[in-house]
């Protein structure tokens, strides 16, 4: 840059010569913004994305009629109802993806699973622990010879931790659940934008007439916004499957429910979710490729503007 700048006597001859200069700043400052997003780009490919996905769950039945409950058939084996839940990712168009590379296992995606059986209240549960081996599906037998409601409670496993708001707390933030970051993220958000924070000690929070509602007191430190935001979050609501199964017929009956869980990825396989438009790969591109295009025009009247001051210059002596 220092070859381009012009010496005192140029720019006191030719007053444009100011121009000039701004100029310069400018690409200066166009130079220091496409860095910092280029090293932005470099960090966020190295980083997984999280994307929502679609789970299906397969709640599938088998019945067998014929005898009564408790009774033994021929194979000297009492007559149950079998129920399985089993569960796989669904792509964008709505089928199930069968590549290795991308499948998880059905109990991953949770942290705990119960299976209720109204008749007798039979209750099946899986808690996740450290030692815990992933499965595709989960199985249950019981004796039965009729309709029998079924209740299936799934808890997500969040990865970081998620919870819900207390009611109040996510009116004010327009947020009912998320992570300790963004719940902290957007109650600091809410303090900026309605300016609480105390102009004179910083370090004090002056709650409004929502905020001392939720909080219980008119002012606060920062350093207390922790210990006074954990009464207020909850587990995340768990996920609640009504299923019947019903006697009619001697074929496994199959249901399915959709939810909504979130993958992570690698940004190199973010083709794979956002190929119908501009991912968020595509997007970091386009934006460095936009801002290498407007830096090159800039060298281009940088160059041309340094040409023509110079013969002004030039015919000046």
Known sequence: LADRLLCKTVREIIPESESYMELLEVEKKLDFVLMRKRLTLQEAMKRPVKVKRKLRVMLSSIFKPG???????????????????????????????????????????????????????????????????????????????????????????HQPPEYKLDQRLARILALHTGTRSQIFYALWSYIKTHKLQDPNEKDFINCDPYLEQVFGCPRMRFAEVPSRLAPLQQPPDPIVINHMITVEGDAPKTAYYDIEVEVKISCLECHLVFDSKVGRTDALLLYVNTKNSYSTQLHFCRDSYHKVLMRKFTSVL
């Open 67 to 157: 005898m009564p409950a408790g009774t033994v058939g021929p194979d000297r084996q009492l007559l149950m109802v079998d129920l399985k839940v089993e569960g796989q990712l669904l792509d964008k168009v709505g089928t199930f993806n069968s590549d290795p590379k991308y499948r998880r296992k059905f109990s991953s995606f949770f942290k705990s699973l119960v299976i209720e059986l109204d008749r007798e209240f039979h209750l099946v549960e899986w808690h996740r622990t450290p030692t815990t081996a992933e499965t595709d599906g989960f199985q249950v037998k019981r004796p039965g010879d009729s309709n029998v409601r079924c209740t299936v409670i799934l808890v997500l496993d």
